[in-house]
């Protein structure tokens, strides 16, 4: 379990909220039924155990948040955000200072958090 929740860590640290196929069909339900449109789609991409780059389908942490809040949320996007929302935070650019989400940053050379619009 030790690699999973590594992956659920670095999902949230990039502001990403994983998920199975069967939640994809539940949002699209819920985006039918509700007439949603803020449902912020995405990918994380990471380094699987063969060594290749691999993609997971997610959401963004901010409209697993709102779900949450708005009483839409299944077991999986509630359960996600109550043990992984607080390693979703906010970085400082070191070039221009801007806040923002994780997902928005590229570390440079010398290791250096650069934020997308700096870099």
Request: some cysteine; overall charge negative; proline content about 3%.
């Amino acid at each position: 379990m030790g690699a999973m929740k590594r992956f659920y860590e670095e999902c949230a640290e990039a502001g990403r909220c994983p998920l199975t196929v069967e939640t994809f069909d539940y949002l699209d339900d819920v985006e039918c039924e509700h007439q949603l449109d803020w449902i912020g789609y995405c990918e994380h991409d990471y380094a699987g155990h063969d060594g290749r780059r691999h993609w997971q389908d997610c959401i963004t942490m901010e409209s697993a948040r709102r779900l949450v809040a708005v009483g839409l949320a299944n077991d999986e996007i509630a359960g996600f955000v109550e043990c992984f929302a607080g390693f979703c935070r906010e970085r400082q650019c070191w070039r221009c200072g801007v806040k923002a989400r994780p997902a928005y940053f590229v570390p440079n050379e010398a290791g250096e958090n650069l934020c997308v619009w700096c870099e």
